[in-house]
């Protein structure tokens, strides 16, 4: 009975649509849990083989690149400090660090703020504010995008089909594998830069 409502969402023709908007809004809102929307998917399709996965990498990809691009151009045609969210104290700190080094290390800055949500929105919108050419900011966003979709499809993914027969527990321990593992990359990119700096 439990797994007939997620095989029921898995099938469903608004998956995908509502997949996409909700990866393209949280390149802005970053509440909404795009990223434990794909880890979900990618264990339901492992444990069920239903939705496809191809489609869902794709649909986040394509989701993410299009969030990004659109933060890119806020920042591209109106700047980092225009509107109330932008002066925040976190937006606006991570906009700063971000500002000085985006032009000299765009693609490390680009796919390491993919899987960090307030650094996202920084250097999105600070690569747009420092006129960081489409022809070269477009690529890394992609190549960023396809990379987190296939990470976070291949977390649940792999959960999924360990634990096939249990859809539930798929979701719930990959979401918990999901975020374990970003609080790891967080922490080791946080003592990177401390060391960096010293």
Known sequence: MDSEWIVAVAGSAWLFPVLFALVVGDAFLVVLPSETAVVALGAIAGATGNPALPLVIATAAVGALVGDLACYAIGRWVGVDRWAWQRRPRVAAAIDRVRATVERRTAVLVFTARYIPFARIAVNLAAGAARIPLARYAPLAAAAGIGWALYNVAVGGL?????????????????AVAITLGLAVDASIRLVSARRRE
């Open 159 to 175: 959960v999924g089909a360990a634990l096939g027969d249990r859809p539930l527990l798929a979701i719930a321990v990959s979401v």
